[in-house]
């Protein structure tokens, strides 16, 4: 089955750490551009960060610049989307999206951060 699944959320405190992976089923994410989107309650869904199919370039919203980072394993299995010094903002389900011709999300993981 081709799918992709996110994992890695969770309740966190107010300037603490998440790591989030994206994990291709079915299918390896070599050739894919990938980004992940938040949608928080009552908001639209919107891009955080995304990283081309060849890994020269990446894309951040603003709001986490210098705070999140992008990655992508050698195996091109998955990305993962490093999370610091965490504000309650951020807290939305987080969405992996892959594209290459063909598209997926995944089902989305809940990011929370609160005290």
């Known amino acids: 089955q081709v799918q992709l699944v996110e994992s890695g959320g969770g309740l966190v405190q107010p300037g603490g750490s998440l790591r989030l992976s994206c994990t291709a089923s079915?299918?390896?994410?070599?050739?894919?551009?990938i980004g992940w989107f938040r949608q928080a309650p009552g908001k639209e869904r919107e891009g955080v960060s995304c990283?081309?199919?060849?890994?020269?370039?990446?894309y951040y919203l603003d709001s986490v610049k210098g705070r999140f980072a992008i990655s992508r394993d050698r195996a091109f299995k998955s990305v993962s989307l490093e999370m610091n010094s965490l504000k309650p903002e951020d807290t939305a389900v987080y969405y992996c999206?892959?594209?290459?011709?063909?598209?997926?999300w995944g089902q989305g993981t809940q990011v929370t951060v609160s005290s």
């Open positions: 079915g299918f390896t994410l070599h050739y894919y551009s």
């Open positions: 990283i081309s199919s060849s890994n020269v370039s990446t």
């Open positions: 999206y892959a594209r290459a011709g063909a598209e997926y």
